[in-house]
């Protein structure tokens, strides 16, 4: 039997030539939040090595460091809203299942403790 919670898996029951592979929308968001976090660390690497005046190795080292962290936090950052904003609009829907469906209760709720 399959298993429904598996990421990325075909959708539907359709015959095996027309399924089509759906989003997951973790996988959106991770995986545009790695490509843009690269994307932005070397934007930042560039942009400190052609700003940077006539510093010392030391401080241009630093000032590399801090734009890899910086340019691939913002990178990351955008990265995964982008993957979420494209998750959402193109992904999966997952179906109900009937042990997942909470049963409603019937009549009052019971009385709260006070003790713990």
Do not use: W, Y
């Not at 940077?52 to 241009?60: K, Q, Y």
């Not at 979420?84 to 009549?107: L, N």
Request: aromatic share 2%; no cysteine.
């Amino acid at each position: 039997m399959e298993n429904p919670d598996h990421h990325g898996q075909d959708a539907g029951g359709a015959p095996a030539g027309t399924r089509l592979r759906l989003l997951d929308p973790s996988e959106a968001v991770t995986g545009l939040a790695f490509v843009f976090g690269i994307i932005g660390a070397l934007i930042a690497v560039i942009a400190t090595l052609a700003l940077t005046s006539g510093s010392g190795a030391g401080s241009l080292i630093v000032q590399g460091v801090i734009a890899v962290f910086a340019g691939g936090s913002g990178g990351i950052v955008i990265g995964g809203m982008i993957g979420a904003i494209i998750g959402v609009v193109k992904g999966v829907i997952i179906p109900v299942r009937s042990d997942r469906v909470m049963k409603k209760q019937e009549g009052p709720l019971p009385p709260v403790s006070s003790h713990r």
